[in-house]
């Protein structure tokens, strides 16, 4: 579904990325891992369209979007929910779902999604009109996760979305988004949270300073011997 | 000396001159708030507005507040223009670089509207100029009446336009975040040349109210930037609100110290003001805490 190859990118004439390659097959759950400065906000951010790379493609479903604005590749199918739960504080809770929805014109359509996130998460309906500002972390993190299902992605970036949540919620996270992905959704699951990550992932990538070092099964890399030792400490 | 009806029509040319002070500011402030630029030159859309209405209704035999219409229409256009070729290539650069092409910009209107119109003093006669509305000893003039009909007509649509359209909803969304406005699928160009077209607009129309109320020249834009500046800082950067209850409280603070202390007074409260605020309120009276 999405195929990334050799592709490199950064900041102005800081490169960050050097010839990043992988794939996520349709459906999947793929995660990538790596230590805080590896690159991966870096990654992401080139994919959705953020930040230009520099040379290598991006395909999406066959189609070329390495060159194309943020919103054409949301229109596409693919969302991103940012690192650090970016809602819109000072909108309503039910404002920030409809900008999910922004590229979607058909109002039923839109409709439908709200009734459907409310399902998953009945806690944003009680608060719709409260400013997001107001929720608490745990709900911010519910709030944008509702917010890029309003946009009925085929694919979504997730960017660490465990940061700074109790254990529990992001348990609760990661159960909301393996049902998600049983709905049918592809998911690329970028995390430091190695043990969490992995053990929802079809497959995982290891990225290290801007180079993906190791690729592997999910829980098999669990036991990669480089993953035990620098990130499990055992 | 002081009369009650004397305090009374100050209080309503407060509130009427309030009303191009508004319109001035909101436009600063929505450009500002969506696009977190700070042009200089926004008097001079408001001076431009005030020549084409001129043009309009003396070439053209307009009616002075179709001429509105016209000023409007004219600045917008303007307005794109100038973000799609002067301000696009600078946004997101370095500061200095906003700050020094607005600056620019001021000289470039001013000189040009010098070539086109001259030095003198024009204005724009409505053919209401010598009707008055009295009540009692207070007397106002119908066009300072319609001035304000016609600004809060224009807010209520500026409100409805921001509350309920889509548009609307993606300005105050790129206004609070633009990266993440761009992740939802909103076309952040767009958005940018639609906010700075309303700015404009918004100047065009004050320009035009000016020029029936008031002489003009094509030096008038500076004054009245460094007033809706102070007016937003008075009101607290971004907010709309802000800026609508400051312009009106900056109207009428000018008006009355015109009033009790003299003419000369006039310019000097607006630095008067600025200075206060940014003493006692740094985040102005609407402001959010910095983000
Ligand atoms: N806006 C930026 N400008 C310059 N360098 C940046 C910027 N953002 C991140 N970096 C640098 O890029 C590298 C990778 O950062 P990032 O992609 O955020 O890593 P990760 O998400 O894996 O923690 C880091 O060295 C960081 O300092
Ligand atoms: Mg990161």
Redesign the pocket.
Same mark, same amino acid.
């Given at each position: 579904m999405l195929e990334v190859e050799k592709v490199s990118s950064g900041?102005g004439m800081?490169q960050?990325l050097w010839d990043v390659s992988f794939r996520i097959n349709a459906k999947e759950i793929v995660s990538i891992i !790596?230590p805080? !400065?590896?690159?991966? /906000? /870096?990654l992401v951010k080139t994919i959705v369209g953020l930040l230009p790379s520099k040379n290598g493609s991006i395909r999406f479903k066959g189609e070329e979007i390495g060159k194309l604005p943020p919103y054409e590749i949301v229109k596409k199918g693919v969302n991103m929910i940012p690192e650090g739960r970016e809602i819109f504080p000072r909108m309503t809770v039910e404002e920030n779902l409809r900008l999910g929805a922004y590229v979607i014109a058909d109002k039923n359509k839109v409709k439908d999604s709200k009734e459907r996130v409310y399902q998953i998460f009945p806690v944003l309906k009680k608060k719709e009109k409260l400013l997001a500002q107001n929720l608490s972390g745990g709900e911010q993190q519910m709030l944008v996760i509702g917010r890029s299902l309003m946009a009925n992605p085929e694919l979504l970036i997730l960017d660490e979305p465990s940061l700074g949540l109790a254990p529990i919620i992001v348990e609760k996270v990661l159960d909301t988004l393996t049902k998600i992905n049983e709905d049918g959704v592809t998911i690329l699951l970028v995390e430091q949270n190695i043990r969490d990550s992995l053990s929802i992932a079809d497959r995982g990538y290891v990225l290290e300073e801007g180079k993906i070092l190791i690729e592997g099964k999910g829980r098999e890399l669990l036991s990669n011997d480089h993953i035990k030792e620098v990130y499990l400490g055992i | 000396m002081f009369t009650l009806s004397g305090i009374v029509e100050t209080l309503l040319w407060g509130v009427a001159n309030g009303c191009i002070y508004i319109l001035l500011a909101t436009g600063l402030n929505i450009i500002f708030g969506v696009m977190k630029l700070v042009n200089f030159a926004h008097g001079q859309l408001l001076m431009i507005g005030a020549y084409v209405a001129f043009v309009a209704s003396t070439a053209l035999g307009l009616n002075a507040y179709l001429a509105i219409l016209v000023a409007m229409g004219a600045v917008a256009v303007i307005g794109i223009g100038l973000e799609r070729f002067t301000f696009r290539k600078v946004l997101g650069t370095d500061k200095l670089n906003e700050i020094f092409v607005s600056l620019g910009l001021i000289y470039v209107f001013e000189n040009a509207a010098i070539l086109l119109w001259g030095n003198d003093s024009q204005r724009i006669v409505s053919p209401y100029e010598s009707l008055r509305l009295s009540l009692g000893e207070v007397a106002i003039g119908y066009d300072r009446i319609f001035g304000v009909l016609i600004v809060i007509a224009i807010l209520i649509a500026l409100f409805l336009l921001m509350k309920k359209t889509k548009i609307g909803l993606a300005m105050r969304a790129t206004s609070q975040k633009s990266d993440t406005s761009m992740l939802m699928g909103i076309n952040i160009e767009k958005v940018y040349i639609f906010t700075f077209a309303l700015g404009a607009a918004l100047a065009g129309v004050a320009g035009a109210l000016y020029g029936i109320i008031f002489p003009f020249n094509p030096y008038i834009g500076a004054l009245p930037t460094i007033k809706a500046f102070a007016i937003i800082i008075l009101g607290g950067l971004g907010s709309i609100p802000g800026a609508v209850v400051g312009g009106l409280l900056y109207g009428i603070a000018e008006n009355t110290a015109v009033y009790f202390l003299g003419g000369i007074w006039q310019d000097a409260i607006a630095f008067a003001l600025l200075i206060a605020v940014l003493v006692l309120r740094p985040t102005g009276l609407f402001g959010e805490k910095g983000e």
């Open positions: 900041y800081v960050i !790596g805080n !400065g590896a690159g991966k /906000t /870096t | -």
